[in-house]
């Protein structure tokens, strides 16, 4: 039996991040081979006629899973009925915006599109913030729809990073990116974030798991050896990685941000397996972290969406490094709170 069509809402569809998301989900790539979709492309008016073209080959394409593409310049309209929403678009900061303006920007997008959600998405809804800043956009969303949407049904990508990590740390152990496990990015998509890798493995060549410190001081020379890289190189380069892009290729990442962005949905909606992965979600003061903040966490998922893994000791040096983090995300609450553009 061929199930309902799921509605699918992408915001920012017609720009690159959205045009790299549309086939792969319309393919099957996100949820499926057996679950149908129907996609709701969001775009503003200056954005429509990119939108279209996307619509016209994802007609050409003929995907068996596709029952429908929707254009709409109307959050109400884009959102209604939606059962997975996607955010992407955003205004990205430019030359000389502080960032209080980014802040103030952004609120200007995601508060309507949180209202659109409250009113008239699917019960069961469940919504990714992607264009950054990510955190504060999920956050500020989050409470455009409440009281009708329940909090914890927004979260913001941070899976981008967790995948940069989990490749850095592949390529230094000479493995394959299936062979780590049990890596966590901790609180704010930005350069605050905390890479952590106390409770990481590596599959080794025995076929036993071992700690990817102890992997890391044998290859590298030493326990100082590997310490020193994990400081001056591992961290710093997965946190900015984003700019180490734009550097490089001219412009910033859009393939590796749709493909974390399908398995952060794929990952809430089908279940995350036996290990955990990483994903900012709304704390209930976990980790010490302030109630209502959507921060990275480790999270594990059945499919009834995601969950906070408890009980990991951080040491010293790490809680230090999460709370620089977190205490970045306080700021920006505050930020968006004393201009008016989230409810206290």
Do not use: K
């Not at 310049?73 to 502080?98: K, N, Q, S, T």
């Not at 103030?104 to 949180?114: L, Y």
């Amino acid at each position: 039996m061929v199930s309902a069509p799921t509605t699918v809402t992408i915001t920012g569809a017609g720009g690159q991040i959205g045009y790299a998301l549309l086939f792969r989900i319309a393919a099957g790539d996100m949820l499926g081979p057996d679950r149908p979709v129907r996609l709701r492309l969001l775009e503003i008016p200056q954005g429509m006629r990119a939108a279209e073209g996307a619509a016209l080959e994802l007609q050409d394409c003929a995907f068996p899973l596709l029952h429908g593409v929707e254009l709409s310049d109307d959050p109400r309209v884009a959102f209604d009925g939606c059962r997975i929403g996607m955010l992407v678009g955003a205004r990205p900061r430019g030359p000389g915006m502080e960032r209080a303006d980014l802040l103030a920007a952004n609120a200007g997008i995601f508060g309507p599109q949180g209202a659109a959600i409250g009113a008239g998405a699917d019960p069961g809804v469940r919504v990714v913030a992607v264009g950054n800043p990510a955190n504060t956009n999920a956050l500020i969303a989050a409470a455009s729809a409440a009281p009708d949407v329940p909090a914890d049904r927004f979260s913001a990508l941070t899976r981008l990073d967790h995948n940069r990590a989990v490749g850095q740390l592949a390529a230094a152990l000479g493995v394959g990116a299936d062979a780590i496990a049990g890596v966590t990015i901790w609180g704010n998509h930005s350069a605050t974030q905390f890479p952590d890798v106390a409770h990481a493995t590596v599959h080794g060549e025995d076929g036993e798991w071992m700690p990817v410190a102890s992997a890391l001081a044998e290859r590298l020379g030493g326990t100082a050896a590997a310490a020193a890289w994990l400081d001056d190189e591992f961290i710093p380069r997965v946190a900015r990685r984003g700019a180490e892009i734009i550097e490089v290729r001219g412009s910033s990442s859009v393939a590796s941000a749709a493909n974390a962005t399908i398995e952060h949905v794929r990952s809430e909606e089908l279940g995350t397996g036996s290990t955990w992965t990483s994903a900012a979600v709304v704390s209930h003061g976990e980790y010490g972290v302030p109630e209502g903040l959507v921060s990275s966490f480790p999270v594990t998922s059945d499919g009834s969406g995601y969950r906070i893994v408890e009980g990991l000791e951080l040491d010293e040096r790490s809680r230090a490094r999460v709370s620089a983090s977190v205490a970045e995300l306080v700021a920006e609450r505050d930020a968006v709170r004393a201009a008016g553009l989230l409810q206290a």
